[in-house]
C-alpha cells in the first residue's frame, strides 16, 4: 500500500541556518504530495503541495520538488526563522491522505 | 465558516463511557475525512466521506468506533464504551475534490479525547 517516511527527528538549527527535511514514499499510483505544517497548540495547515513529477511546491521559503526517480520529495529551506518552529508533516494522497510521522523542528535565535 | 470547525475541543471520558465528537466542514466541500493523532505521531487515516456516502471505513480501530454524514455536512465521530488506547486528538478534514487528491485538505483543530 501507499506510505511515507520522512526524517526522525527532532531537529535544531539556529537563525538563518538552511533547512532540509528528508521524506520518500512509496506508492502504486501517481499520488499528489504535500508538506503540513502543525504548530504548537495548532491544526494541521497546508504547507505546499505538487501534483505530478517535477513539479515543485513553494510556500513562505519553503521548496519541495517532487522526483519521480527516487520517490522522494524533500522539504527545504535557505534561511529558517524562530517562528518556523513547528512539526513537519509529508504526506500522499491517492484515495485517500497518508503521513508521515513528523518532525519536530526547533529554531533557536 | 471560513474553517472547519469541531467540537468540543477536549473532551475527558471514564472508560467505558460513550463519546461523540462533531465536525463541521467547510460549505461545499464533497469530501470529509477523520483522522487519529497519537501524541508524537502522524495523523492516521480512519475514515472517509463522499457527500453523505461513507466510501472508505478501513482505518476505524474496532466496531466501538462508528462514523455519520446524514445529510452530507456536519459529521458526528462516536467512540463506545471508551478505553484508554483510544485516548488521542481526533482530526477532521475536508476537501472541495471527490477524493482529495490533488486540492490537499483543511483541517480542523482537533478534538483532544482523553480517557481516564
Known amino acids: 500500500g501507499n506510505s511515507v517516511t520522512q526524517m526522525e527527528g527532532p531537529v535544531t538549527l539556529s537563525e538563518e541556518a538552511f533547512l532540509t527535511i528528508n521524506c520518500t514514499y512509496t506508492?502504486?499510483?501517481?499520488?499528489?504530495l504535500f508538506w503540513y505544517v502543525q504548530y504548537p497548540g495548532e491544526g494541521l495547515q497546508l504547507l505546499l503541495k505538487a501534483t505530478k513529477a517535477d513539479d515543485k511546491g513553494s510556500n513562505k521559503g519553503f521548496e519541495a520538488t517532487y522526483r519521480k526517480e527516487t520517490t522522494s520529495f524533500h522539504l527545504e529551506k535557505g534561511s529558517v526563522q524562530v517562528s518556523d518552529s513547528a512539526v513537519y508533516f509529508c504526506?500522499?494522497?491517492?484515495?485517500?491522505?497518508?503521513f508521515g510521522a513528523g518532525t519536530r523542528l526547533t529554531v533557536k535565535p | 465558516g471560513a474553517g472547519v470547525s469541531q467540537s468540543p475541543r477536549y473532551k475527558v471520558a471514564k472508560r467505558g463511557q460513550d463519546v461523540a465528537l462533531r465536525c463541521d466542514p467547510i460549505s461545499g466541500h464533497v469530501s470529509l475525512f477523520w483522522y487519529q493523532q497519537a501524541l508524537g505521531q502522524g495523523p492516521e487515516f480512519l475514515t472517509y466521506?463522499?457527500?453523505?456516502?461513507?466510501?472508505?471505513k478501513s482505518g476505524l480501530p474496532s466496531d466501538r468506533f462508528f462514523a455519520e454524514r446524514p445529510e452530507g455536512s456536519v459529521s458526528t465521530l462516536k467512540i463506545q464504551r471508551t478505553q484508554q488506547e483510544d485516548s488521542a486528538v481526533y482530526l477532521c478534514?475536508?476537501?472541495?475534490?471527490?477524493?482529495?487528491?490533488?486540492?490537499?485538505?483543511?483541517f480542523g483543530s482537533g478534538t483532544r479525547l482523553t480517557v481516564v
Open positions: 466521506f463522499q457527500n453523505e456516502a461513507q466510501l472508505d
Open positions: 506508492a502504486t499510483g501517481y499520488p499528489s
Open positions: 478534514a475536508s476537501s472541495l475534490g471527490t477524493t482529495g487528491a490533488g486540492y490537499g485538505y483543511t
Open positions: 504526506a500522499l494522497s491517492d484515495s485517500d491522505m497518508r
